[in-house]
């Protein structure tokens, strides 16, 4: 239901468009029938008008759905969309949640300025896109915390793409303009084995003590099973 929403709403320019031809098909079959092809000018000229309307009404309609949707700086899942996604989701085996945050990411603002901040958390995003999967689920949880649903996905699996995603962030040069800097990231992996709903709030609770633990060390991983 949620993938079949998204796309109405992501296809909605379209979806629009075509209900407006049918609509108009319609009703142009029904006034040939009744007065013949003399009001076939206002009909075309009507279906114009309306097919821009309705095209108008699509794009902001898809416009207004991604900004619900979406985080603003990085383009990623905001926090409201990926819960939404977390509640829903049901288990084909192991499905996995990843927690990241990163260390010490007050001194990069104190020492570099917000904006800098702004192009770590940009820059982070698109390491974190570029080291998953498409079916991953990615967000900005908030601040500096994101979070990713690995579906399908067992704790080991899931674990080597953590580490992956701590090597590059640790190995990558974070710059905007004629500033760079190195920073590195905790992470907290948790799985979960079920075949029924599973408990969001529990699953959170579980990955979020596995970051916790994962922060004592700093650019460390903590995987547990929940």
Request: charged share 20%; proline share 1%; aromatic share 10%.
């Amino acid at each position: 239901m949620i993938i079949l929403k998204e796309r109405i709403y992501k296809f909605a320019p379209v979806v629009l468009l075509f209900i407006c031809l049918i609509v108009f098909t319609i009703i142009f079959i029904i006034i040939k029938h009744l007065h013949g092809y003399s009001h076939s000018f206002i009909f075309a000229v009507l279906l114009i008008c309306q097919m821009i309307n309705s095209l108008i009404y699509g794009v902001s309609i898809k416009k207004l759905y991604r900004q619900v949707q979406i985080d603003a700086l990085t383009g990623l899942f905001n926090r409201r969309c990926f819960n939404e996604k977390l509640y829903k989701m049901k288990s084909r085996g192991s499905t996995c949640l990843i927690l990241i945050d990163i260390d010490n990411f007050k001194n990069i603002n104190d020492t570099y300025g917000h904006l800098m901040g702004d192009q770590v958390l940009q820059q982070l995003a698109q390491i974190l896109q570029n080291s998953t999967r498409k079916k991953d689920i990615i967000a900005r949880w908030g601040g500096e915390e994101f979070a990713i649903i690995l579906p399908e996905t067992s704790i080991e699996d899931a674990y080597m793409i953590g580490n992956r995603i701590r090597t590059k962030v640790e190995n990558y040069i974070f710059s905007y303009e004629e500033v760079i800097c190195n920073i590195t990231v905790s992470i907290g992996i948790a799985a979960a084995n079920t075949s029924k709903d599973i408990d969001p709030d529990q699953f959170l609770k579980i990955t979020d003590e596995a970051l916790y633990d994962a922060k004592k060390k700093k650019n460390n991983i903590s995987a547990v099973m929940g």
